[in-house]
């Protein structure tokens, strides 16, 4: 409050978890997918092959990139290539 000019706290002078403004490293942030189950429902385990594919599809391979986008480690993504036959184990 004491940096604040004009001597009043705005919302803009507060970090974005407390409620400022956005900052750049907010824009484009991963967001929550909103996924809704169809009414015959759906096999988990092929959403989460599908999306595996997508990612290492959109990165090219790239392997932490891909880890990245689903919001998992290299690690977890490797264990779900093997699972899904993307890998095969040395």
């Known amino acids: ?3 604040a ?3 009043t706290l705005q919302t ?5 978890e407390t409620g400022g ?3 750049s490293a907010d824009v484009g942030a991963p967001k929550a997918a909103a996924v809704s189950l169809p009414a015959a429902g759906l096999r988990l385990e092929e959403v989460e092959r599908d999306l595996v594919r997508q ?7 790239n392997q932490v990139r891909a880890a990245r986008l689903l919001g998992i480690s290299r690690d977890a ?3 779900r290539m093997k699972k899904f036959g ?5």
Do not use: K, N, Q, Y
């Open 77 to 79: 993504l490797r264990t």
């Open 12 to 16: 803009e002078h507060l970090p974005p």
């Open 5 to 7: 000019p004009g001597g």
């Open 86 to 90: 993307f890998l095969s184990s040395p």
């Open 55 to 61: 990612a290492l599809d959109a990165t090219g391979g």
């Open 1 to 3: 409050m004491f940096l």
């Open 21 to 23: 403004p956005p900052t």
